[in-house]
């Protein structure tokens, strides 16, 4: 709710300083009083484009300051909370503007750019005219006023959160899905690596061991003739065996008489020809081994050669391998299991995805009937401001999947006919100047009686209409500022004898200098200005009659 404006050499204006409060707040004047410039005061506050003829005639600069309160709850409060700027109930904006077209914005003493002022100033005030019905022409704000005539809020938090949570499970199952063709990749290239090593079956130590079979194999027929040399050895003359065994004969002859001086050489000789037959049977058995399998040497290459390639692309040693390999079955598993993922976030999206649907059908429900109520309370306010042949229509058309949000799975857009038997059409492109103004207050009435959260202001909305429209007019910009802020510049007398406060603009000075001047009016006030209206410069005693019998209709 505006609390207080200041204004500083903006055009005709020198100095005015107003105070507002809730409810009806009309401004009057004659025409080129100012009443305008205000409006463009307040204007230039909430962020609108600043043009530096706007500064009054032999000034520097000229500034503006427009105090609010606001709630706690307040989209306006919210909204300076994530900029940072403290607003405890209060919110002081001033903008000034110099000749040279440069200017400064603050608010709570807080400096901001002029885009952020508008974002602001949108929360704050809401301005209608007959060339400036911003939220009616912006068909995106068309649902927004259905959805607060039907109270929707509960539907809208549930599909904005069911949006949510489709949005979030989306974007994860993407995330994998992304992914999912470099780990198809890997995971190919992992069974391929793995499967090798599985045919493989490198074993620990394997390389040495191979090594030295393949060193023993390589000089098999150096070692065979070593073998055959020594067997000969063994063998040449009597043999060594013969002796030793006949050495021992002569100890053992001896031996019970020798009173043990024997028994050590007669073990050692027992011992030789133990060691001696089993170097003999190794030689044998090596001798065989050697000549048994002529392919060996070959087949333990060709292993040898094939551990060692696998051992280098994968830039280990041989003995490594095992290890390589329980590595890779992990993390074949680990993109199996990623696989397995993949597969439950697609269940959750899919589960999200219904779930939002069915949100946004339930949504959809409440605006069909939201939608046939809105018509009947704004064509119930046409009649009375003379448009009874006029229609109203709330046309709910399909968003295509792609483009639902979470405010839902449709577009609200007003039509009206202002014609008789001719097709409907968007309310910006059918509807005059006039007829805008009254479909707008018409809706607003309708849609939003009551509303605190913004400061509600009207530019001349009866111009063009009549007496009785007026009244009705008015009627109704008296029944919408109950419960909130409603600022109406008129030059309608039935308006103004609605009006809870009344504030006169007026010109003052010679030709050399003028200004305009803002006096909030007390009852003798109000009835003179009446009369004026009424009567013009000339105020007659009939003009005054007349302006108490708008009083006490206005206030009746």
Request: hydrophobic residues 45%; contains cysteine.
């Amino acid at each position: 709710m505006l609390v207080s404006l200041g204004i500083r050499d903006l055009a005709v204006i020198e100095r005015i300083d107003l105070d507002f409060r809730g409810g009806l707040t009309v401004l009057t004047g004659e025409t080129g009083a100012g009443k305008s410039i205000l409006l463009d005061a307040l204007g230039l506050a909430i962020g609108r484009r600043a043009a530096a003829a706007l500064v009054r005639p032999g000034c520097g600069r000229a500034s503006v300051s427009a105090t609010f309160s606001v709630s706690a709850d307040a989209a306006a409060r919210a909204l300076l909370d994530e900029r940072g700027i403290d607003a405890d109930g209060e919110v002081v904006i001033r903008r000034s503007l110099g000749a040279d077209g440069r200017g400064r914005a603050f608010v709570n003493d807080a400096p901001v750019g002029v885009a952020f002022l508008a974002d602001l100033g949108e929360l704050l005030v809401e301005v209608h005219g007959q060339h400036d019905q911003r939220g009616l022409l912006k068909p995106e704000t068309h649902r927004a006023i259905l959805d607060a005539f039907g109270g929707h809020d509960a539907e809208l938090r549930d599909t904005a959160a069911c949006y949510r949570d489709w949005r979030e499970a989306r974007r994860a199952l993407e995330r994998v899905t992304a992914d999912e063709e470099t780990s198809r990749e890997r995971r190919e290239e992992l069974a391929r690596d793995a499967g090798e090593l599985e045919t493989l079956a490198p074993e620990a130590g394997e390389d040495e061991a191979l090594a030295a079979m393949r060193s023993r194999l390589s000089n098999a027929q150096k070692i065979a003739e070593a073998l055959t040399a020594a067997m000969a050895a063994l063998e040449e003359g009597n043999g060594a065996e013969a002796r030793l065994r006949r050495a021992s004969g002569e100890l053992d002859r001896v031996r019970e008489v020798a009173a043990g001086a024997v028994d050590e050489p007669l073990a050692a000789l027992d011992r030789a020809l133990l060691e001696m037959n089993e170097a003999a049977d190794g030689m044998a058995r090596a001798g065989r081994e050697l000549a048994a399998d002529p392919d060996a040497l070959e087949r333990l290459e060709e292993r040898l050669f094939a551990l060692r390639a696998v051992a280098r692309r994968h830039r280990v040693a041989v003995d490594g391998l095992p290890d390589v390999r329980r590595r890779l079955v992990a993390e074949l598993a680990a993109l199996d299991d990623g696989k397995s993922v993949l597969e439950r976030l697609g269940k959750v999206e899919a589960a999200a995805a219904e779930a939002f649907e069915t949100a946004c059908a339930r949504l959809s429900r409440s605006r069909s009937e939201a939608a046939r109520d809105l018509d009947r309370a704004v064509s119930a306010e046409l009649e009375p401001l003379r448009m009874a042949t006029a229609r109203f229509s709330t046309s709910l058309r399909p968003l295509a999947p792609h483009e639902r949000r979470a405010e839902g799975a449709e577009r609200a857009v007003f039509q009206v006919v202002t014609t008789p038997g001719a097709p409907p059409g968007p309310l910006s492109k059918i509807a005059s100047g006039g007829e805008l103004s009254r479909f707008m207050l018409a809706i607003k009435v309708a849609a939003q009686p009551g509303d605190r959260s913004r400061t509600l202001i009207f530019d001349e909305i009866d111009a063009g209409v009549g007496g009785a429209v007026s009244d009705a007019v008015g009627k109704r910009l008296h029944r919408l500022a109950r419960g909130g802020q409603v600022l109406v510049v008129t030059h309608a007398p039935q308006v103004a004898a609605r009006a809870d406060r009344h504030i006169r603009l007026a010109k003052d000075g010679d030709g050399a200098s003028v200004a305009a001047t803002a006096t909030p009016l007390d009852a003798a006030g109000r009835r003179e200005e009446l009369a004026r209206m009424l009567a013009g410069a000339r105020i007659t005693e009939a003009a005054r009659a007349a302006a108490d019998s708008l009083l006490r209709t206005g206030t009746g």
